[in-house]
């Protein structure tokens, strides 16, 4: 099977077959995800979240992003692998924001790179694509602008919003941009952006009238119980039986039954007389 690219995106929206995204923020986690023939893997500034228990996005690093990145690429074979820049790594300069895509790719492993932002992004969104990098759009409830937002809400459900999404869509797929993530935007706005729009539309909490959709994939097993949005489908719960199992681990530990013979190794009787 060959790698999933921006191309293979654009050619199954025009076929009408639904595109699946996963966030992996690891190596074991991305190869499981990747055999089971998940689309795309986004290594999400959601790690600061589900993995780092920050209670935003906000203190996520290059470092952070770059160091996850690599793991999630050494386990995938054919899954694009896209990373999230964090807060601050594109909003200096249009320069640090070329070299912090370059890393993310040259360094990382990653195929692209996703940003937040509509028109104020446009210009640095169109510098990044100049030098061959593909960059995903995020529009909607954008997490690394949660204060600005005033919390993590829905958007996009009076006209001024509904209007600067649309539009704001239609301009980053002028810019360049292969695909936008829309997230906690109504169902039908969403739709209709879909619709408007040629590249495809990734949704989180924006209904299944996008062409895919993402979950972080500790909350589609049940992992991470710190919150739980409305648009969240827990396929297992996983926690419980991870919890049980580390309680019987514990319980033989304390009762000397693990480890047992089958689990030890051996030695010459012969040789440990000679060490007493």
Known sequence: MARVTTTSLRRMKEEGRKISVLTAYDYSTAKILDAAGVDVLLVGDSLGMVMLGYDSTLPVTMADMLHHTKAVARGTRNAMVITDMPFMSYHISVEESVRNAGRCLQEAGAQAVKLEGGR??????????RTGIPVMGHLGLTP???????????????????????????????????SLVLECVPAPLAKLVSETVKIPTIG???????????????????LYSDLTPKFVKQFAKLN?????????????????????????????????????
């Open 240 to 276: 419980e039986p991870m919890t049980a199992a580390v309680k019987q681990y514990i319980k033989e530990v304390q009762e000397g039954v693990f480890p047992g013979p089958e689990h030890t190794f051996g030695m010459e009787e012969s040789l440990l007389k000679k060490l007493y």
């Open 144 to 178: 690394q602008q949660v204060h600005q937002l005033g919390g993590f809400s829905v958007q996009g459900r009076d006209e001024a919003q509904a209007r600067k999404i649309l539009e704001d869509a239609q301009l980053l797929e002028e810019v360049g941009v292969f």
């Open 204 to 222: 989180i909490g924006a209904g299944a009238g996008c062409d895919g959709q993402v979950l972080v994939i500790q909350d589609l097993l049940g």
């Open 120 to 129: 104020e992004m446009a210009d640095t969104i169109k510098a990044i694509i």
